[in-house]
């Protein structure tokens, strides 16, 4: 099957590029509009880029948690041939490329594997203030993007090796370079079909968004030109072809993980799943001047500007789609629709009555939440292995369960990652567990309870670690 995707793909690809001279014929492309930026704009999307910086930055040393340290286990360490041809839903390609070189050369460090979110990820609130820029004053789009700088998500995601930072940048970039793609410059034309093929390998399911974006074209004023038509639906076409041209090795065992998945979790609600470690870290409070100002922003506001209009347009479509997926991992699918709220979020903070009270309001609430963050942290691996190697005796044997596995990465010794079931013919002496995964498997807790105590406990926003040493007789 895999094979047969990859020849359509190739055969979807020559057909595209074959009917696209006769697409484009008559259509123009100009030069892009040169518009240097000046100390005025670049000083605020430069501070934007700090603020969202700092605030990341004290988590780059934190343990690895399990999806990185799996994508680091079976993609990245064995280079850009298995990234490519390997997939199931752990594998985010173009991050895992991205990362694969400062991997390579500085070695399965923490901050290596983080590397390209923390420092791409920070673009995206520069980016927002170039977008509200188009049709605001400097300080007014400068206080609409400020709480996306400190957004406990964009926040979490950067100092985490996987793509969901670097989905800020590429979505919000789309945004930047639409009009102007639209209205006929060859430069921000080519660099738009660029961003959206990078979108959609940086994740799947931003495929969603960039087909969102592509349809929301047609409400723009330069969308619905026939030039601007024609423009759109040829950028479209690339994005598409090109994009399963790269899946096409792997679609096939995709498509059989998401099966899998699918028929695990029918009967289970979607957007309850938003409330998650995922999406939000930390208790979803802080969510709720957020969806407040996205609702105002987008019924209150009489003649929304055309970005926050697609960005609307986009991100329903990302929603309803998710919603629809009835998925184990659809907190996943929300990331796309995350990034493309902000744009409406930031028309509705420019314009709303007392729009400054409200940014300050939104800032302390993200900072507060940050804070806690910071100071609960993810699962504590390194912790935990320091806290056994004080409390156990030499000889005595270990056994890891399921998310506790990247404590290999910080072991000396290779633990062995085992079911429950095998702990009634093979007991180990320690045993580590996260407390979540203790509450799915009732079967390990009663051998716990029955023949373990806990040793130590360290808890965090993420889930508690939990060291079990085995009852002496």
């Known amino acids: 099957m895999g094979l047969q995707i990859l020849r359509a793909a190739c055969a979807l690809n020559g057909a595209i590029l074959a009917v696209l001279p006769f697409l484009l014929s ?11 930026w000046t100390t005025r704009d670049l000083r605020p999307a430069a501070a934007l880029y700090g603020i969202a910086l700092l605030l ?26 298995v990234i490519v041809t390997r997939s199931i839903g752990d594998n985010h390609h173009l991050y ?19 590397l390209p979110a923390i420092v791409l990820g920070p673009l995206g609130p520069a980016l927002l203030y170039a977008l509200l820029r188009r049709d605001h004053n400097p300080g007014k789009a400068f206080l609409a993007a400020l709480p996306l700088a400190a957004s406990p998500f964009l926040v979490a995601c950067s100092h985490e090796g996987r793509a969901y930072a670097v989905l800020f940048p590429a979505l919000l ?3 930047l370079l639409q009009r102007n793609a639209l209205t006929g410059s060859l430069r921000a034309w080519i660099g738009f079909i660029a961003l959206g093929i990078a979108a959609v390998y940086l994740h799947l399911f931003a495929s969603m968004a960039v ?76 969510a709720i001047p957020f969806a407040l100002t996205f609702v105002a922003g987008a019924v209150s506001l009489r003649r929304p500007t055309p ?39 930031g028309a509705a903070l420019v314009r709303l009555p007392r729009g400054t009270l409200l940014v300050a309001g939104l800032m302390l609430l993200t900072l507060a939440a940050d804070v806690s963050y910071f100071r609960q942290g993810r699962r504590k691996y390194r912790e935990a292995v320091a806290e056994l190697g004080r409390l156990r005796r030499p000889g005595e044997s270990l056994a890891l369960f399921f998310d506790c596995r990247p404590m290999n990465a910080y072991l000396k010794e290779p633990a062995e990652v ?56």
């Open 26 to 36: 008559g259509v123009r492309f100009t030069p892009s509009p040169t518009r240097s």
């Open 56 to 81: 990341a930055l004290p988590g780059l040393r934190e343990s690895f948690q399990v999806d990185e340290w799996r994508c680091l286990l079976e993609y990245i360490r064995h280079g850009p041939l």
């Open 96 to 114: 895992s490329l991205l990362a694969w070189p400062f991997v390579k050369l500085f070695g399965p460090a923490e901050w290596a594997l983080r």
């Open 173 to 175: 970039g789309l945004c």
């Open 211 to 286: 087909a969102g974006l592509a349809a929301a074209a047609f409400l723009r004023p330069e969308g619905r030109t026939r030039d601007g038509r024609v423009r759109n639906i040829a950028a479209f076409l690339l994005i598409a072809g090109v994009s399963l041209l790269l899946y096409a090795p792997v679609l096939a065992k995709f498509f059989e993980y998401s099966e899998v998945i699918h028929a695990l979790s029918r009967d289970r609600g979607t957007l309850s799943v938003i409330t998650e470690g995922f999406v939000l870290p930390l208790s979803p409070f802080w």
């Open 307 to 345: 970005e926050a209009a697609a960005c609307l347009a986009a991100a329903t479509l990302q929603i309803a789609v998710a919603e629809l997926s009835a998925s184990d991992q659809a907190a996943r699918l929300y990331a796309p629709a995350l990034v493309l709220a902000w744009p409406v979020i």
């Open 418 to 473: 085992i079911p429950a079931g095998v702990l009634a013919s093979q007991p180990p002496d320690w045993f580590m567990i996260v407390d979540e995964n203790q509450i799915r498997a009732p079967q390990a807790s009663a051998i716990l309870d029955r023949d373990y105590e806990a040793a130590f406990r360290l808890p965090s926003a993420r889930g508690t670690v939990l060291g079990y040493r085995r009852k002496r007789r």
